[in-house]
Nanobody, 125 residues
Framework: QVQLVESGGGLVLAGGSLRLSCEAS????????MAWFRQAPGKVHEFVAA????????DYADSVRGRFTISRDNAKKTVYLQMNSLKPEDTAVYYC??????????????????WGQGTQVTVSS
């Protein structure tokens, strides 16, 4: 059973930074793409960023491009989301997700079959 555990959320002032981490419980982590999604109160689940198994390709939502950076350390079975220049509209629960198959990658939730429990990020103005 794959388990994903997020950490690093919290309360930060607008303009500040946070780094989220997501550690996987299985050694096969390194062959799958990973992604971050978020859900704000009253809003739908939203794609944030994704990274291929090697880290060679990344993708970002337009709303976070240039401010957020996704990266991974396969030896540590961990994916990161560095969030800079945070805005109040970034407030949400952030979830990491693992691709459903070794060749899967993209922005759709259907590309991912394992999800973490989420970590709250609150940006105050």
């Amino acid at each position: 059973q794959v388990q994903l555990v997020e950490s690093g959320g919290g309360l930060v002032l607008a303009g500040g930074s946070l780094r989220l981490s997501c550690e996987a419980s299985v050694s096969t982590f390194s062959v799958y793409s990973m992604a971050w999604f978020r859900q704000a109160p009253g809003k739908v689940h939203e794609f944030v960023a994704a990274i291929t198994w090697s880290g060679g390709t990344t993708d970002y939502a337009d709303s976070v491009r240039g401010r957020f950076t996704i990266s991974r350390d396969n030896a540590k079975k961990t994916v990161y989301l560095q969030m800079n220049s945070l805005k109040p509209e970034d407030t949400a629960v952030y979830y990491c997700a693992r691709a459903a198959g070794e060749t899967r990658f993209g922005r759709a939730q259907s590309e991912y079959s394992y999800w973490g429990q989420g970590t709250q990020v609150t940006v105050s103005s």
